[in-house]
C-alpha cells in the first residue's frame, strides 16, 4: 500500500513540475516581449536588433521550459 502511495505522489510531483515550467516559461517570454515592445517605443531605429535579441532570449527560455517539461514527465514516468 506505502509504494501506492508513493508512485501517486511521483506522479503528482512530476505533473505539478511540469506544469511550473510551463508557467514560468509563458511569464518569461511575456516579460521579454513586454521589454522588446518597449524598447522599440523608445528607440524605433534599433527595431532589428532588438527584435533578433528578443527571438534569441525567448528561444533560450524556450528551451529551459522544455527541459523542464521533460524532467516532470520522466519524473511521473520513472
Known amino acids: 500500500m506505502n509504494f501506492f502511495l508513493l508512485e501517486a505522489l511521483a ?3 512530476g505533473a505539478i513540475g511540469a506544469g511550473l515550467g ?3 516559461a509563458g511569464i518569461g517570454i511575456g516579460q521579454i516581449g513586454k521589454g ?3 524598447s522599440i517605443a523608445r528607440q524605433p531605429e534599433a527595431i ?3 527584435r533578433s535579441n528578443m ?3 525567448a ?3 524556450e528551451g ?3 527541459f ?3 524532467i516532470g514527465f520522466l519524473a511521473m514516468v520513472l
Do not use: W
Open 64 to 66: 529551459a521550459a522544455l
Open 68 to 70: 523542464a517539461i521533460i
Open 11 to 13: 506522479n503528482a510531483g
Open 36 to 38: 522588446a515592445l518597449e
Open 48 to 50: 532589428n536588433d532588438i
Open 55 to 57: 527571438i534569441l532570449t
Open 22 to 24: 510551463a508557467i514560468g
Open 59 to 61: 528561444a533560450l527560455v
